[in-house]
């Protein structure tokens, strides 16, 4: 089964297209894809991972064509964040 496993750091992204047995899980496939040797701060403990944009257990099996996302801790409070309105701020 053809799957991929995307991770985006603030500096550097990967994204890696593996091909597993049917049944693989995703921390398998997180493991197999060498993500976490190459951004070592990865924790899966408390970091969430989904699949295709929604939060997946790392126990999950996987399906064909799926895309593994690893997300990156949120780092500021959204709540002390003002909006953007969207309207270009240069006018």
Known sequence: MHISVAYAHSDAQFWKKLDLPAGTTVREAIEQSGVLTKF????????????????????????????????????????????????????
């Open 40 to 91: 070592p701060e990865i924790n899966l403990a408390q970091q969430k991972v989904g699949i295709f944009g929604k939060v997946t257990p790392l126990d999950a099996a996987l399906g064909e064509g799926d895309r593994v996302e690893i997300y990156r801790p949120i780092t500021v409070d959204p709540r002390t964040v003002p909006r953007r309105s969207g309207a270009n701020d240069d006018e």
